[in-house]
């Protein structure tokens, strides 16, 4: 979907910028230190309830699922609601909140809520590297008001976690055998279904795990935390869990960010690949039409074809390291990267930040046989389902946006490229969707949200996934919108370090009815990393 893979947003972040950082001169901009892991409290099993009528309800755990400090005021719990709204009895699900209380009291009575996106992403990571590394942005909007981070159903700090290590095995060693894009999204199919298999045999309904129920959701734990009325932030998928609470519960917001925003109308299969296309043609433009960058890397689109085109005849063997936990020397040998596998890797590092700033020279360093960045990019893009409920995620995407076909994707009128990378990332939705089978969510989702809400939307130049060419399938039916587009932007703009994407966010929330300054805008040019 929109994080397809598991390779968007800000799971995945920190593995990114500690390749990075290796190849950043002193004199270049230094980036942050992913969080450290900590052991979550326990975490109780959900139980089936004969009676709904005490949900939604919260319950309070003594050890959050990251570390807080003891100074800052907080509650972490778990909001419970049901598993199927459409029965009035069953299974019900346990969802990891996280608040940061208010510095003031009384705060603001409207907290601010952070949707992840994904889907399948848990936004924890975001409070534990915000609270780390970005207190100064903390301080902003938790001054007069309190931080509710909830993690997604399905995600890693609820029960059930619908995650599937098998999909990375799959995508591993579909990799060391240099299978072609068939067998690879065949491999991922067998993987996911039999993960698949393994929750229903505990009698869990995998069409509940949808957008739909995530926005009740989200109206739920605002009841059982005690809110009135919520600001909702939402980035890469969660703008479109943002879009369905603007349409179905409006009484509850007060205001929308929507960061990186995806258009209900749109279809991401449909997209998929024009989308990659176009910010790759930005990418090649904003490097011919930079001095120093044409100087360092002329010719850089011709260079990136003919690099494809050789890695497809001779592949480059490079060696995996494991991102997550223990691995077997077998599991993490010599890998031949053709040019579908390096076009993963490049499409991937658009996402972040540092991985635009670095894409010129990541490629120059692959055509001088230097594989040490390659090795860490190539190994991020087929492990980082590890960590992510990549089970969840294909219930969603199933249920919500698996409409499409091949012939839809237009794969003949982008580059290698792009080509490379949709095959593979389009095919293995349809063979996975249609052996899940999934029911498909009415056409209503499809719908675009018409709202008077006020909403800030903030967009990226060069996202691959959620780029400002999308704004006009929303902004016309949105009347009390303020659009702003970051020319240096990735993939979403309030993560990592942006303080311009921070202020705007800021004064907006404090007056949503208000236009926000931009001026900070102007400091935001792309600059390539020079070697």
């Not at 940061?100 to 809520?113: A, K, L, R, Y």
């Not at 991401?268 to 690949?273: E, I, L, P, S, Y």
């Not at 010719?299 to 691995?327: H, I």
């Amino acid at each position: 979907m929109i994080n397809s893979k598991a390779q968007m947003g800000w799971a995945v972040l920190g593995a990114v910028v500690a390749i990075a950082c290796k190849f950043l001169s002193p004199g270049q901009a230094q980036p942050t230190p992913a969080a450290a892991p900590h052991t979550p409290g326990e975490i109780p099993d959900p139980v089936p309830v004969e009676h709904y009528a005490d949900l939604p309800r919260f319950e309070s755990l003594e050890s959050c699922f990251i570390q807080v400090s003891e100074t800052v005021p907080h509650r972490c719990g778990y909001v419970v609601v049901p598993a199927d709204r459409s029965q009035a009895g069953g299974q019900t699900l346990h969802l990891g909140v996280l608040v940061f209380e208010s510095q003031t009291s009384p705060g603001q009575p409207d907290p601010v809520f952070f949707a992840q996106g994904g889907p399948g992403g848990s936004v924890m990571a975001f409070a534990d590297f915000g609270q780390r590394f970005q207190p100064g942005w903390f301080a902003l909007p938790n001054q007069d008001r309190d931080l509710v981070f909830f993690d997604q159903r399905g995600t890693e700090y609820t029960r059930p976690y619908l995650t599937c290590s098998d999909y990375s095995d799959a995508r591993v060693r579909s990799a060391q055998m240099g299978a072609s894009v068939e067998q690879t999204a065949e491999a991922i199919a067998t993987a996911i279904e039999a993960c698949a298999q393994e929750w229903e045999q505990q009698n869990w309904d995998l069409s509940v795990f949808n957008s739909l129920e995530i926005a009740a959701d989200i109206d739920d734990i605002r009841l059982a935390l005690g809110y009135d009325q919520i600001n909702f932030y939402g980035a890469s998928y969660g703008t479109m869990l943002g879009q369905h609470l603007m349409a179905r519960y409006p009484d509850m917001l007060r205001s929308v960010i929507l960061d990186g925003v995806f258009p209900l109308s749109s279809n991401w299969g449909v997209d998929q690949a024009h989308l990659k296309q176009q910010v790759l043609d930005q990418v090649f433009a904003a490097c011919a039409n930079n001095a120093n960058c044409h100087a360092a890397y002329p010719n850089l689109q011709q260079r990136v074809e003919r690099l494809y085109r050789d890695l497809q005849q001779r592949p480059l063997s490079v060696t995996l390291s494991p991102l997550f936990g223990e691995a077997s020397t077998e599991a993490f040998s010599e890998v031949p990267v053709n040019g579908d596998l390096l076009s993963t890797v490049l499409v991937d590092s658009l996402y972040d930040p540092q991985g635009l700033v670095l894409w010129p020279f990541l490629v120059d360093s692959i055509e001088q046989g230097r594989t040490d960045l390659l090795s860490n990019g190539f190994g991020l893009s087929l492990q980082s389902g590890d960590a992510f409920a990549l089970l969840m995620h294909f219930a969603v995407v199933c249920a919500e946006d698996a409409d499409f076909a091949m012939a839809d994707v237009g794969l003949a009128e982008t580059g290698v490229i792009a080509q490379g990378y949709s095959y593979l990332d389009t095919r293995q939705y349809l063979i996975t969707c249609d052996r899940l089978n999934i029911a498909p969510l009415p056409p209503s989702v499809d719908i675009p949200v018409v709202s008077e809400l006020p909403t800030l939307l903030l967009s990226g130049q060069f996202d691959p996934a959620t780029p400002p060419s999308l704004l006009p399938q929303v902004l016309p039916t949105l009347s009390t919108a303020y659009s702003y587009t970051f020319a240096n932007g990735s993939h979403g703009q309030l993560w990592p370090d942006n303080a311009c994407a921070a202020t705007l966010f800021d004064r907006f929330i404090h007056s949503p009815q208000s236009f926000p300054e931009d001026a900070c805008l102007d400091a935001n040019a792309l600059e390539f990393y020079l070697p």
